[in-house]
């Protein structure tokens, strides 16, 4: 079973939660306990429980084969910066595999498949639905 957590804006986890359903049914573990476990938001939370966060985020990624940015338009009104970016300098130092999920935002969305940064590899689909179709019932490998 291949650990795979998913990344992104923290009002979009009722979604996110969904996905994690259908790779789960797929024989994906998604390691990713905000997608359940948090109960308030950033701007609602004490710094105890941010710093709880932060550190369940990072060992929930190194549980992780897979990561897996859901990323925003940047041009959208819904666009903000957020720890999704930090998590993918985690992930990718970490030397995991990494999929974008949506638009390309930064400069480092657009690090090749042969790049000699980290172990791992990258690529980007326009839609969740694009990444299942190209991973079929295999288990990432």
Not at 8 to 22: K, P
Not at 33 to 44: F, S
Not at 51 to 61: C, G, K, P, S, T
Request: charged letters at 25%.
């Amino acid at each position: 079973m291949t650990g795979v957590y998913l990344a992104g804006r923290y009002d979009r986890r009722e979604e996110l939660q969904g996905y994690a359903a259908r790779l789960a049914e797929r024989g994906w573990s998604v390691t990713s306990r905000w997608l359940t476990g948090h109960e308030c938001a950033d701007a609602d939370c004490t710094p105890d429980e941010l710093e709880l966060f932060a550190r369940e985020d990072l060992v929930d990624i190194d549980r992780a084969k897979v990561f897996i940015a859901f990323t925003e338009d940047p041009g959208s009104a819904s666009y903000q910066s957020g720890g999704r970016h930090v998590e993918l300098g985690y992930a990718m130092a970490s030397g995991l595999d990494v999929v974008i999920i949506g638009p390309r935002e930064n400069v480092f969305h657009w690090l090749c498949d042969d790049n000699v940064l980290w172990l791992g590899r990258m690529e980007q689909f326009e839609t969740f639905d694009a990444f299942v179709a190209s991973v079929g019932s295999r288990v990432w490998s």
